[in-house]
């Protein structure tokens, strides 16, 4: 089953710290994988887009990480700040004629200052 | 641009009760989809439109209609409301059905009671 897990659900990290957030898929044929940024009330906004051949890929403070063999992405967050308040969703695309999406629970951080 | 736009932003709904959520773009996307976003859950696809006078069922489109008769209108169709319903809704687009960008809407919160 084509599925997208992220850990942990939800994180409180002070200002100015580094944090990770992870994703585990079983998603075949892969195409992609994206992560997302949702503040609250608001739609996602893309930060990433990495392909099969990208291990890292950077949007400045973000930096995000595939690992095609074992299936698991990273997102880490650089010198946190309050804005970085959001939930953060990992979505893999097929590669077939769907391209469907198969999107994560997401994991909601907060930053405190 | 003003991207994807959406209406209304919040809606209370009477079981039983229609109504449409609207969803525009004005970047010529061809390619426009509906989800709902439930707490804890991913992002699920209801129904999506490759283009003009094209639509397809996703992953939940029961109690939903679509239509697609311009490039940039996309209503969603409550046909008989349920408090199963209650839900965020996002309307995303992208330029093509492979393209890898898709963006969002900001959301229309439906609670159906």
């Known amino acids: 089953k084509n599925q997208v897990e992220q850990s942990p659900q939800s994180l409180i990290i002070l200002e100015g710290k580094n944090c990770t957030l992870q994703?585990?898929?079983?998603?075949?044929?892969?195409?992609?994988l994206r992560w997302y940024k949702q503040d609250t009330g608001r739609g996602p906004v893309s930060l990433t887009i990495?392909?099969?051949?990208?291990n890292t890929k950077s949007n400045g403070r973000y930096t995000t990480t595939l690992d095609a063999d074992t299936k698991q992405s990273s997102l880490h967050i650089t010198a946190s700040q309050l804005s970085d308040s959001a939930s953060y969703i990992c979505v893999v695309s097929l590669m077939d004629s769907s391209y469907k999406l198969i999107f994560g629970s997401g994991t909601r951080l907060l930053v405190r200052p | 641009n003003a991207g994807v736009t959406q209406t209304p932003k919040f809606q209370v709904l009477k079981t039983g009760q229609s109504m449409t959520l609207q969803c525009a773009q004005d970047?010529?996307?061809?390619?426009m989809s509906w989800y709902r976003q439930d707490p804890g859950m991913g992002l699920r696809l209801i129904h999506y439109?490759?283009?003009?006078?094209?639509?397809d069922q996703g992953e939940v489109p029961n109690g939903y209609n679509v239509s697609r008769s311009t490039t940039e209108d996309f209503p969603l169709r409550l046909l008989s409301a349920a408090p199963s319903q209650t839900s965020v809704y996002f309307c995303?687009?992208?330029?093509?059905?492979?393209?890898?960008?898709?963006?969002f809407g900001p959301g229309t919160r439906l609670l159906v009671l």
């Open positions: 970047m010529n996307h061809e390619y």
């Open positions: 439109s490759v283009g003009a006078g094209i639509t």
């Open positions: 995303a687009s992208k330029t093509g059905l492979a393209s890898e960008t898709q963006y």
């Open positions: 994703c585990n898929y079983t998603v075949s044929p892969f195409s992609n």
């Open positions: 990495m392909t099969f051949s990208e």
